[in-house]
């Protein structure tokens, strides 16, 4: 089955940019969606399409992705970020959705 | 405004099934797949399956391939999900989000906590 590997944790200070790699496969092959969630509550969309940010999610956060790995990066970091993100693709072989196993970004 | 709005918690003995719901408002519920994700105690997010009524597809995930159903209602724009023979490793918050894996899931329902316990 296909398998999507992101680093467990990132750290960033206020300010900074935090950059959030999810590597699979020839990831750069599919449509990458990146959900954020906060303790507590539902995920929230922040990309789609590899890079497009839905309506309501700042410019602060933009996508890529490339060959074997797909990015999220969040520019100018808030205390308001720091959350669980997800990477997250369709796998055509299986007909299944895959979800990285998440980053944990904190704000220091 | 779109909104998926969950059933409330489950609380559930090994072996039992338990049926969850989706209702949804403020979109053409026919138009969009609704994927269902849960999430155990303190674990990452895992693909359940999806149900699309305008495809008239249906998916699941291998872990609960033959213990699942998913279906939605028209009538009522409501989306179920019914899970038999309930383990201890099916305890977790169960959400339903509009879309799928391709397109994105955009709007997601407030979580369903299911505890399975003897």
């Known amino acids: 089955s296909y398998v999507l590997t992101q680093p467990p944790s990132v750290s960033v200070a206020p300010g900074k940019t935090a950059t959030i790699m999810c590597g699979g496969d020839?990831?750069?092959?599919?449509?990458v969606q990146w959900y954020q969630q906060k303790p507590g509550q539902a995920p929230v969309m922040v990309i789609h399409?590899?890079?497009d940010r839905p309506s309501g999610i700042p410019e602060r956060f933009s996508g890529s992705n490339s060959g074997n790995t797909a990015t999220l990066t969040i520019s100018r970091v808030e205390a308001g970020d720091e959350a669980d993100y997800y990477c997250?693709?369709?796998?055509?072989?299986?007909?299944?959705?895959?979800f990285g196993a998440g980053t944990k970004v904190t704000v220091l | 405004q779109v909104r998926l709005v969950q059933s409330g918690a489950e609380v559930k003995e090994p072996g039992a099934s338990v049926r969850l719901s989706c209702k949804t408002y403020?979109?053409?519920?026919?138009?969009?797949?609704v994927t269902w994700v849960r999430q155990a105690p303190g674990q990452g997010l895992e693909w359940t399956g999806w149900?699309?009524?305008?495809?008239?597809?249906?998916e699941y995930a291998q872990k609960v391939q033959g213990r699942v159903t998913m279906t939605t209602d028209t009538s009522t724009n409501t989306a179920y999900m019914e899970l038999r023979g309930l383990r201890s490793d099916d305890t977790a918050v169960y959400y339903c989000?509009?879309?799928?894996?391709?397109?994105?899931?955009?709007?997601w329902g407030q979580g369903t906590t299911v505890t399975v316990s003897s």
């Open positions: 989000a509009k879309g799928d894996s391709r397109n994105g899931m955009d709007v």
């Open positions: 403020g979109y053409t519920f026919s138009h969009y797949a």
């Open positions: 149900n699309s009524a305008l495809r008239g597809t249906t």
């Open positions: 020839k990831i750069g092959g599919k449509s």
């Open positions: 399409y590899d890079r």
């Open positions: 997250h693709v369709w796998d055509n072989d299986s007909d299944h959705g895959v």
